[in-house]
């Protein structure tokens, strides 16, 4: 829940952010000036309508200037033009999400208008003439606004000299800025002759990477991924929580068929033998979880040795049980003084016996069984007796029920009985 919280709050300062800050970011610019790399060429009246208007450009650092002389003599609407071209015959650039234009321009003469043109193709056509040309423009007064001025894009509209020339009508005015060709600036379509100068520093479109509605959509989008994200991590951890509270318990299911709990009687029995002084199995109902978890969790080592005195019941038979009793007592006391403080010794039952042996190898263990087998021989024993024990030895496995880990080691010991007693058996998984 803590992260989840966190999350929701990192989630909410982006959001913040690209919200309130849209103004200032996702900013793109193309500029449009003499060293822009794109070609710039001049016309007028007299290149296009066998007019008498002359034009010359020069160039000083980064400033144009246009000179031209316009006369009506030749054609009675004169003009002069400086053209930026943007793209091919039938390839040009896409305006669609640039908002606006700056223009840093001036103009001296009869007349302080001056035309903006936008030309756009129509066609994929290479042999492309006007009527498939279309032009958007503004006329505007540089000095009006010192010479420094932004046009929002969608102020241009569709020229009405292109719309009267080819007979258009109401539906060929819609303004389309995908495939724009040139960039135009002109005299106004007022202007009287005479000598004009235009100054041309630069053009700046503007706008954005992406729209203010495809990053309302984005943030929507990060907010649903984010929450299907919290609610498949909240099942996975739900599952593993339930997961995990089966498995416990199927693990103690398995300890307690392996001690044989059956009776609410024996569940609240004493952990010490009385004879012996000894844990008994009910001890191990603690620990044995533990040891089970450290294995499957931590590949830690647990072992098993269980042994059995051999040929008990003759003991009790000819020296009585007191003997026999003592020779138990013995042999506790003896394994005790030689086993590790983390070993659990436990009388398993009647002469049997175990020593659970956590971070233990199956290897080390049959050590420390042979280690007991073998000084068994210098035990003094009650009424000098010669005592000796079979033992079986297993190691659990990952993933092994803990009944199945007791019964090799049982296994083991049966085959110690009959194959000579006295010695020590090893079982692996097989």
């Known amino acids: 829940m803590k992260y989840f919280l966190w999350h929701a709050l990192a989630l909410l300062v982006v959001t913040a952010v690209l919200a309130l800050g849209y103004a200032s970011l996702f900013n793109k610019h193309l500029v449009i000036n003499s060293e822009s790399g794109h070609e710039i060429q001049v016309g007028s009246d007299a290149v296009s309508n066998a007019g008498t208007s002359s034009v010359a450009l020069n160039r000083q650092n980064e400033q144009l200037t246009l000179s031209c002389t316009l006369d009506n003599t030749g054609y009675a609407y004169p003009y002069c033009n400086l053209n930026f071209v943007l793209g091919t015959a039938t390839k040009g650039l896409d305006l669609t999400s640039y908002e606006n234009v700056r223009l840093k321009l001036s103009i001296d003469g009869p007349d302080n208008d001056l035309r903006i043109y936008l030309t756009a193709s129509r066609s994929s056509s290479i042999q492309m003439g006007d009527e498939m040309r279309k032009y958007y423009s503004v006329e505007i007064a540089p000095s009006d606004f010192n010479n420094d001025i932004t046009i929002p894009l969608h102020l241009f509209k569709t020229a009405q000299w292109w719309l009267d020339a080819y007979g258009k009508n109401l539906f060929d005015t819609e303004v389309n800025l995908a495939n724009v060709l040139a960039l135009q600036i002109s005299t106004s379509s007022a202007s009287v002759p005479g000598d004009y100068q235009i100054r041309f520093e630069q053009a700046v479109f503007s706008g954005k990477i992406i729209s203010r509605a495809t990053l309302y959509l984005l943030i929507i989008a990060m907010w649903g991924l984010s929450a299907l994200v919290y609610v498949v991590m909240h ?196």
């Open 235 to 430: 099942w996975r951890s739900t599952q593993l929580q339930l997961n995990e509270s089966q498995r416990r318990t199927d693990q103690l299911q398995q300890i307690n068929d392996a001690l044989q709990l059956q009776s609410k009687t024996y569940q609240q029995a004493s952990q010490r033998d009385a004879l012996t002084g000894l844990y008994n199995r009910a001890a191990l109902r603690e620990r044995a979880q533990n040891w089970i978890e450290r294995v499957e969790q931590h590949n830690d080592r647990l072992s098993l040795v269980l042994f059995d005195i051999d040929h008990f019941k003759a003991i009790n038979d000819n020296h009585g049980h007191d003997a026999g009793d003592a020779v138990l007592i013995q042999l506790a006391k003896y394994c005790n003084e030689h086993i590790r403080h983390q070993d659990l010794l436990v009388r398993w039952g009647g002469e049997e016996f175990a020593i659970f042996c956590p971070q233990t190898e199956l290897q080390f263990a049959e050590m420390l069984a042979n280690k007991i087998r073998n000084g068994m021989r210098s035990v003094d024993w009650p009424e000098g007796l010669k005592v000796t024990a079979s033992f079986g030895v297993s190691e659990l496995y990952v993933g092994e029920p803990f009944t199945e880990f007791v019964n090799r080691a049982d296994q083991a010991l049966y085959f110690s009985k009959q194959h000579g007693r006295d010695m020590v058996s090893v079982t692996g998984l097989d």
